[in-house]
C-alpha cells in the first residue's frame, strides 16, 4: 500500500474516532483512565509536565517547524525538506484545529484539570504538532540517511511523543482518546505527504540504505 494511502487511511480512523468520541464506550474508558492518572498525581511529576506543555505549544511546533526544516534544507541542500517538513506540521495543525470546532468535545471536568483549558478537546493540539514534526524528520532522515539513522532519530521522537501525550492526560486537560486522534493525524498527514521527499537527493553513500523507503513512495 502507498505511503500516501495509508496516510489517508490513518486521517479517516482518526476521524471517525471524533465521531464516536461521544460513546458510551469511549467515554466510560476516558473516564477511568483519567481517573487513575489523577488519583496517582505528585507535585514534581505536575512541575515536570506542565513545563513541557508548555514548551510544545501548536503555535511553538510551527515555530520548530521552521528551524527544522531550514536546517534540513541546508543538510540535504534541497528546498524540498524545508517544504516537507513545515508543511506537514502546518496541515496537520490546521487539521486538527479544524476537528476541534467540528467535533466540539468539551474538555474534562474541571475537577480533573491542573490547568484550566477552556477551547474543545478533540483531538489534543500539542500532540498532533509533535507527532506531525517528528514524524516528518523520522521520515526525511529514513529516506535520506537509511535505517540505521533513522531508527536513533526514531527512538528520541518516541521520547518527546510519549513524554508530551503524557503530559496532556497527566495535567488533564485532554481525554486519552484525545491522544490516540492526535497521533493518527500527525503520522497520518506525513505519511499522506511523503511523495514530496522524492525531490530530496539522498547522499551517494546512503542510497542502499533507503532505498526500500524510496521504493515505497513510488
Known amino acids: ?3 500516501q494511502l495509508r496516510g489517508i487511511l490513518l486521517i479517516l480512523s482518526a476521524i471517525m474516532l471524533g465521531a464516536l468520541s461521544a460513546s458510551t464506550v469511549i467515554k466510560g474508558v476516558d473516564i477511568k483512565l483519567l481517573t487513575w492518572v489523577a488519583e496517582h498525581r505528585f507535585e514534581h511529576m505536575i512541575a515536570a509536565t506542565l513545563a513541557l506543555s508548555n514548551v510544545f505549544t501548536p503555535l511553538s511546533i ?3 517547524a521552521i528551524l527544522a526544516g531550514a536546517l534540513a534544507w541546508w543538510v540535504t541542500s534541497s528546498r524540498r525538506a524545508f ?3 513545515v508543511f506537514v506540521v502546518g496541515a496537520a495543525t ?4 479544524g476537528m476541534k470546532f467540528i467535533f466540539q468535545r468539551p474538555r474534562p471536568d474541571a475537577a480533573f484539570q491542573v490547568i484550566p483549558a477552556l477551547n474543545y478537546a478533540f483531538p489534543s493540539g500539542h500532540v ?11 521520515l526525511l532522515v529514513l529516506y535520506v540517511a537509511g535505517k540505521q539513522v533513522a531508527l536513533a532519530a526514531g527512538f528520541f521522537a518516541a521520547l518527546l511523543i510519549g513524554a508530551t501525550a ?3 492526560v497527566y495535567l488533564g486537560v485532554q481525554w486519552p482518546s484525545d491522544i490516540i486522534a492526535a497521533a493518527l493525524i500527525g503520522f497520518g498527514v506525513a505519511l ?5 521527499l522524492k525531490a530530496v537527493e539522498p547522499e551517494q553513500s546512503d542510497v542502499e540504505g533507503s532505498r526500500e523507503y524510496r521504493a515505497a513512495l513510488r
Do not use: D, E, K, N
Open 128 to 138: 498532533t504538532g509533535v507527532v506531525a514534526l517528528s514524524s516528518a524528520i523520522v
Open 83 to 85: 517544504s516537507y517538513i
Open 1 to 3: 500500500m502507498h505511503s
Open 94 to 97: 490546521l487539521l486538527s484545529q
Open 166 to 168: 503524557w503530559s496532556r
Open 62 to 64: 510551527l515555530g520548530f
Open 192 to 196: 499522506a505527504a511523503s511523495p514530496i
